[in-house]
């Protein structure tokens, strides 16, 4: 039998109330430490829902310091090219709110920024967000509202940076996992050359 939580005072009354350096640490603007952090950080996951409540999270990676800080209110991501199925884009058309992850290798505590996005297709700083020749065709645009360090926990739990943790692989290769789960028209043969070593090399064309 499940026993389903259904309000805000039985999640309390169950988890019990924060302690006052977890409400403390909450902020509006960046320090010089954030600054840092996200000069360091080369990947973030970006989380989104859109007015009907559809959700998406999307991880966003380049070198070390993409996320372009323009004051201590506002940092901007650049697209790269990628699916464009560009979920996360549509839902920031019909709600702003947005949820950042910024992760660091090796780091067990996390940066995470809330705020309100836009989507700019152009502005006088998007020659500063060129990687390997590409400029993006857009880049999002978000306000703070609130910043904080994420304790490491879950890090530490998972051993995610522990290479010894690490299992030898079990899951069959990424063109294999498509052809099975997705069934698309190309081959087998086809799928491993397309996600073969010319894949790499292709990440911003």
């Not at 840092?36 to 009907?52: H, I, K, N, R, Y």
């Not at 070390?64 to 506002?74: E, H, I, Q, S, W």
Request: overall charge neutral.
């Amino acid at each position: 039998m499940t026993a389903e939580i259904s309000s805000a005072a039985e999640l309390r009354a169950l988890l019990g109330s924060p302690a006052p350096r977890a409400v403390d640490k909450e902020r509006t603007r960046l320090h010089e430490r954030d600054r840092q952090w996200l000069a360091e950080s080369p990947f973030c996951l970006v989380a989104t829902a859109g007015a009907d409540g559809t959700c998406d999270v999307s991880p966003k990676g380049d070198p070390p310091g993409f996320a372009l800080v323009l004051d201590d209110r506002t940092i901007v991501i650049p697209e790269r090219p990628g699916n464009r199925r560009a979920d996360g884009y549509h839902n920031i058309l019909t709600n702003p709110h947005v949820g950042l992850l910024f992760m660091i290798p090796g780091r067990t505590d996390t940066l995470r920024i809330n705020g309100r996005a836009r989507l700019l297709r152009d502005a006088p700083w998007f020659d500063e967000l060129v990687v390997q020749g590409h400029r993006p065709v857009l880049a999002v645009l978000v306000e703070v509202e609130q910043i904080f360090y994420h304790c490491a926990k879950a890090f530490l739990r998972s051993k995610l940076w522990q290479p010894q943790t690490w299992p030898a692989d079990p899951l069959p290769s990424r063109a294999r996992l498509i052809k099975e789960v997705e069934a698309p028209a190309e081959t087998l043969d086809e799928l491993e050359r397309h996600y073969g070593p010319e894949y790499a090399r292709k990440l911003y064309t």
